[in-house]
C-alpha cells in the first residue's frame, strides 16, 4: 500500500479547512485484521468527524479481504474516555479514531489523526503579542492537544531557538503524551513556569488550565481559527458560582453516575448519596437534558465528564454541579474554594 491515497482527505473530495489532511494509517488497521483475521471490524469517530465514517470504511473495504464486515459506531464519542464498549465486544478489530490513548490495550486500535495545520505563524504572533520576553522572563511552558502532539518537538525547539527555557512533563497515567492536556486533565502544566503558551483550537481547554493553575498566565495560540489571546475565566466562574447559589436550598439531589467506560467516578458519587439521605444515584452513558427532566430532584451532582457541566450546564432544567461545587451548596466547604473539576484516573 505504500503511496496509497486512501484515508486522504485531501484526495477524497472531502478536505477540510486550512487544507488539512489526516492520515487514517489504514496499513495498520489492515495488518491488524490480517493478523487476527479479523471477519468483524469496529470503526469509532469522534462527533466531528462522523460524517468521514462512511469514506473511511469504503477505502478499507477495497484493501482488505472480501469476507470483512466494517461496522460504524454511532455512539456518541467525545474523547478516548468514550470507547463503544458493546461495538468493541462485537468484533475482532476496534478502531478508535482521533484520540490518543487513554490506557495501553491489545484490543484497540488507535489512530490519533494528527492535524496537518502549521502552528508557527500563529506562535509568531502569540510571541509578538502576549507572551513575555524572554529576556524579562525566559521560562513558558507548553501544552496542547493530541491533534498537534505530532509537532510537539518542533514547537518546543522553536520556542527554544528564541531565547526560552521551555518546561514540559507529561502529567498522569491518563495523558499519553510529553505536553498532553485533556478538557479533563491538565497536569501537564503543573511545571516551573509562571506563563503557559497553549497551542491548539478553541477555549475551553484553555480556559480549564487557568481554572487548575490560577497562578499561571495561559496564552491561546489557536491555528484552527488564527487567534492569539489570554485565557480569561472570570466569566466562566461567575456562570459556576450562580449555579451554586440556585443549589444551595436543594432538598432531592441526583447523583449522576456515567457508565462510559472512562468516565466513571463510582466512589465519588457512592459516597455522596452514602453521606445524603436526599439524594439518589442515576446511572445513565449519555447525560442529557431530556433524560434528566422527568426526575423530581431540586438540583444534580455530576460525576462524569466535567464538561457535562461546564459545556451543558445551563441547559439542564435544574442546577447540575460538580462533585466539588456540590460540597460548597451544601455548606461542607467555603465558596471561594471552587475550582476546575479533573479527572486524574483511567480505568
Not at 63 to 69: H, L
Not at 145 to 160: G, K, Y
Not at 161 to 189: F, I, M, P
Not at 262 to 283: C, F, K, M, P, S
Request: charged share 30%; proline share 5%; hydrophobic share 35%.
Amino acid at each position: 500500500m505504500s503511496g496509497s491515497t486512501e484515508g486522504d482527505l485531501t484526495k477524497t473530495g472531502m478536505a477540510l479547512k486550512h487544507d488539512r489532511e489526516w492520515d487514517y494509517e489504514l496499513d495498520r488497521i489492515l495488518e491488524a485484521i490480517e493478523e487476527r483475521n479479523a471477519s468483524k471490524v469496529g470503526l469509532q469517530f469522534p462527533e466531528g468527524l462522523k460524517r468521514r465514517g462512511p469514506k473511511v470504511a469504503d477505502d478499507l473495504r477495497e484493501v482488505a479481504p472480501d469476507d470483512v464486515t466494517f461496522m460504524l459506531s454511532g455512539q456518541p464519542c467525545y474523547g478516548a474516555c468514550d470507547l463503544d464498549t458493546y461495538l468493541m465486544r462485537r468484533t475482532d478489530v476496534f478502531v478508535h479514531f482521533g484520540h490518543t490513548p487513554m490506557k495501553e490495550s491489545d484490543s484497540i486500535v488507535y489512530v490519533p489523526l494528527f492535524s496537518n495545520v502549521d502552528p508557527f505563524p500563529i506562535m509568531e504572533d502569540a510571541l509578538a503579542e502576549e507572551l513575555t520576553p524572554p529576556e524579562e522572563d525566559a521560562d513558558v511552558g507548553l501544552v496542547t492537544t493530541a491533534q498537534h502532539m505530532n509537532r510537539f518537538e518542533e514547537m518546543t525547539d522553536w520556542l527554544e531557538e528564541r531565547g526560552y527555557e521551555v518546561h514540559t512533563r507529561r502529567g498522569d497515567d491518563r495523558l499519553t503524551k510529553e505536553g498532553q492536556v485533556l478538557g479533563c486533565n491538565y497536569a501537564s502544566a503543573d511545571i516551573d513556569a509562571e506563563q503557559v503558551l497553549y497551542v491548539g483550537g478553541g477555549k475551553f481547554h484553555p480556559v480549564g488550565l487557568a481554572m487548575e493553575h490560577p497562578d499561571k498566565r495561559v496564552i491561546i495560540a489557536d491555528p484552527v481559527n488564527n487567534v492569539v489571546k489570554v485565557a480569561e475565566h472570570d466569566q466562566f466562574l461567575k456562570q459556576r458560582y450562580a449555579s451554586v447559589h440556585k443549589a444551595m436550598d436543594a432538598e432531592k439531589w441526583g447523583v449522576i453516575f456515567c457508565t462510559k467506560i472512562g468516565q466513571g467516578r463510582w466512589e465519588t458519587a457512592q459516597e455522596i448519596v452514602e453521606n445524603n439521605d436526599n439524594a439518589y444515584l442515576i446511572t445513565m452513558d449519555e447525560v442529557t437534558p431530556d433524560r434528566l427532566r422527568n426526575f423530581d430532584m431540586d438540583a444534580f451532582v455530576n460525576t462524569g465528564c466535567p464538561r457535562i457541566t461546564t459545556d451543558d450546564g445551563p441547559r439542564f432544567h435544574k442546577p447540575m454541579l460538580t462533585p466539588g461545587e456540590y460540597e460548597a451548596a451544601i455548606g461542607e466547604k467555603p465558596l471561594d474554594s471552587i475550582e476546575f473539576d479533573t479527572f486524574h484516573d483511567t480505568w
